[in-house]
């Protein structure tokens, strides 16, 4: 597979807020040959990064392409066909500009960094594609946050995208997840370490607080059935390690069980991956933002969008439901511009996404080939007498919203 990485020097930046860096980095990675009309950009979710294929490490070597078994030669976004870019967001800590990043003064920006937004992310997309001679996309597909960023395209430049693939995503996040991102923050934010978001240059970073941001944010990734199957109430092997609240006295006599276990584990690998200040500044990117803001409706947002739009949820996702999807699907409608909601059977909770590249992946090829009216039917058996309307998407994954 051809594939390129880089970053590219943006120059001076306006960020939505009036504020503006001098120089804006943005680094990508890209996979395929670009034809002039076979571009899809993929947008990142909260942690992820512009390696989405692949076999790139991070910095702590952890191996990070998050979505090869839907990206590469022969996958769903098949490489041989398409040209694959994705970027990594401003305010993030895989290589584009972000609170880490040193300032003009040579210092970190820290939290001198401007509160960035996914209207700005769109933006600085925009601005690498034009460097890399892209226009007009054949597709903008993003999960979770980067189903955000992959609406805001639609909005910002809806003459630039053919079609729309939304992926475990909504227009805004609920006030229940929105308390959960404050608390994340909180604990970030309250850990000493932290220091004001000045720690770069110091021996001991925020990491607690990070961890237990992360801790929160994996509770919110899975469901009640994933954990139940996942760890039930079993306590972790005798060789596991307590790493939460180790001084607490009355932890010696309960057990370390599976589940925290698993959140410790998880945290710990979290925090040699990711910056704590960029954790605070893309959770309030993604709280903040809101398809409507500007417009009347979500409706009127997305009304100048002439292309088609695929959008795919599932039903144990808490997070980013199926019901704000339909919801969404709704607003496409409105506007008559082809639709499909695939509402997904899954228990996976939001991660879904990431973990069930066999449900995500067909879906998403047949409308990257076909659009709304390709849609394919992927096990005959299950095949209903009629295709009802155009909520229907593929009768193998039983959609909620199919009857
Ligand atoms: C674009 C992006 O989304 S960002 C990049 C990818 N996303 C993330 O990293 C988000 C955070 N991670 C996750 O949400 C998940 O780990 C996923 C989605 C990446 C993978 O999900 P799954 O395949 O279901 O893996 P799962 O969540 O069970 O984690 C497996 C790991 O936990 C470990 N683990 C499982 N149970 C336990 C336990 N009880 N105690 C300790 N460790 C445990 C496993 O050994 C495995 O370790 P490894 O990653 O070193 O191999
Ligand atoms: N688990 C993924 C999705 C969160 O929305 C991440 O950390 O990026």
């Not at 088609?308 to 607003?331: K, M, V």
Request: glycine residues 10%; contains cysteine.
């Amino acid at each position: 597979m051809k594939s390129d990485s880089g970053t590219v020097e943006l120059g001076a930046f306006d960020f939505e807020c009036g504020a503006e860096i001098p120089n804006m980095e943005v680094a990508y990675e890209s996979y395929g040959e670009f034809d002039g009309d076979n571009a899809v950009l993929v947008c990142h979710a909260l942690t992820g990064s512009q390696n989405v294929a692949g076999y790139g490490t991070d910095t702590a070597g952890q191996a990070r392409a998050w979505w090869n078994d839907i990206v590469g030669p022969g996958k769903a976004i098949d490489t041989n066909d398409y040209y694959v870019v994705c970027a990594n967001v401003p305010g993030s800590c895989y290589g584009t500009t972000g609170p880490a990043s040193d300032a003009p003064n040579g210092d970190p920006y820290g939290t001198e960094f401007p509160p960035v937004t996914v209207g700005d992310w769109t933006r600085a997309q925009r601005r690498l594609l034009d460097e890399l001679g892209v226009g007009r996309l054949h597709a903008v597909v993003g999960g979770s946050v980067g189903g955000m960023n992959a609406l805001d395209w639609v909005r910002q430049y809806p003459d630039d995208v053919r079609y729309l693939v939304g992926i475990a995503t909504a227009p805004r996040l609920d006030p229940q997840c929105l308390a959960l991102d404050a608390i994340a923050r909180r604990a970030i934010t309250t850990d000493p370490d932290w220091n004001g978001g000045d720690y770069y240059d110091a021996d001991e970073k925020p990491t607690d607080g990070l961890a237990l941001a992360r801790q929160l944010g994996h509770v919110m990734y899975l469901s009640k059935a994933s954990m139940e199957r996942k760890f039930g109430r079993r306590a972790a092997g005798r060789d596991a390690r307590r790493d939460s609240f180790p001084s607490d006295p009355a932890a010696a006599f309960f057990p370390y069980r599976d589940v925290e276990s698993y959140l410790d584990y998880q945290a710990e690998k979290f925090v040699d991956r990711f910056d704590a200040n960029s954790y605070l500044y893309l959770t309030r990117a993604m709280d903040d933002y809101d398809l409507s803001e500007g417009y009347e409706s979500d409706a009127d947002a997305v009304a100048a969008f002439e292309g088609e739009t695929l959008l795919l949820s599932f039903t144990g996702d808490w997070h980013f439901t199926t019901e704000q999807a339909e919801t969404l699907a709704a607003s496409f409608r409105e506007r008559s511009v082809p639709v499909a909601h695939h509402a997904i059977e899954s228990d996976h909770g939001h991660d879904a996404f990431l973990v069930e590249p066999e449900k995500v992946g067909p879906p998403v090829r047949d409308f990257l080939e076909s659009g709304v009216e390709g849609r394919a039917v992927h096990d005959t058996e299950d095949e209903p007498e009629s295709v009802p309307d155009d909520r229907d998407f593929a009768p193998v994954h039983s959609s909620l919203f199919s009857r």
